[in-house]
């Protein structure tokens, strides 16, 4: 049973759109992470947050942790064709194991 | 950063044979590594955790049987697939925390493709 939902599972936008990804859960985790992956390679970590309510920025990705550390949101600014890729949350429990979210696949069309 | 490295990148094999994938940490030493399963356009989805020197500890749903891990070492862990039937092909990946690099120190493989005809 996946503990982590994702929404929107699939979106496909046009360069210059902006986003945002939304991943649920109705566990309390201790950090929670946002990892990047290509076809065929494994994930790459995009950021990890720790704190209710904490928000990072990374060039135009912006990642923002619930107050109840609950849920999470990525949201990309003027997405680019570099930009395409399925964006998996992931939650930890004081452990080192990883609880992958559902996945979300963007495409960003030139 | 550290490195984990994951072979064969790509298998195929025929229904009935085992296959063996490694999995090393390069720069540091892994007490604990874990193996994932992905199907085509889904998510990761945990099957076990790997304790050197002891006992997998399987997630719920995954065959013990099937899926034989093993860690002998600080620095690697293999996963074999038992008998393998269609139905085990899939992109398996590998990851092992180190403990040097705080709240971001889970590092994956790059994955194996595996392909049973």
């Known amino acids: 049973t996946q503990l982590l939902e994702q929404s929107p599972q699939f979106l496909s936008i046009q360069e210059g759109e902006n986003l945002t990804v939304y991943c649920n859960s109705s566990?309390?985790?201790?950090?929670l992470q946002w990892y990047r992956q290509e076809p065929g390679e494994g994930p790459v970590l995009l950021v990890t947050?720790?704190?209710?309510?904490e928000v990072k920025k990374l060039k135009r990705l912006t990642f923002q942790f619930g107050d109840a550390r609950k849920d999470s949101s990525l949201h990309i600014t003027a997405a680019q064709p570099g930009d395409t890729g399925l964006y998996l949350c992931?939650?930890?429990?004081?452990?080192?194991?990883?609880?992958f979210g559902t996945g979300t696949r963007l495409q960003v069309f030139p | 950063g550290a490195v984990v490295s994951q072979h064969p990148s790509r298998v195929i094999c025929k229904s009935g044979t085992s296959v063996k994938i490694e999995c090393r940490s390069l720069?540091?030493?892994?007490?604990?590594m874990f193996w994932y399963r992905q199907f085509p356009k889904k998510s990761l989805m945990l099957m076990a955790t790997?304790?050197?020197?002891?006992?997998?500890?399987?997630e719920q749903g995954v065959e013990k049987d099937k899926f034989l891990i093993n860690h002998a070492s600080l620095t690697l862990s293999t996963l074999t697939v038992t008998s393998a039937h269609p139905e085990d092909s899939s992109f398996y990946i590998c990851?092992?925390?180190?403990?040097?690099?705080?709240?971001?120190?889970?590092?994956f493989g790059s994955g194996t493709q595996l392909s049973v005809l």
């Open positions: 947050v720790v704190t209710g309510g």
């Open positions: 990851s092992a925390p180190n403990q040097d690099f705080g709240n971001e120190k889970l590092f």
């Open positions: 790997s304790n050197e020197g002891s006992k997998a500890t399987y």
């Open positions: 566990s309390v985790f201790s950090s």
């Open positions: 720069d540091f030493q892994a007490t604990t």
């Open positions: 992931a939650g930890s429990y004081n452990t080192d194991k990883l609880i």
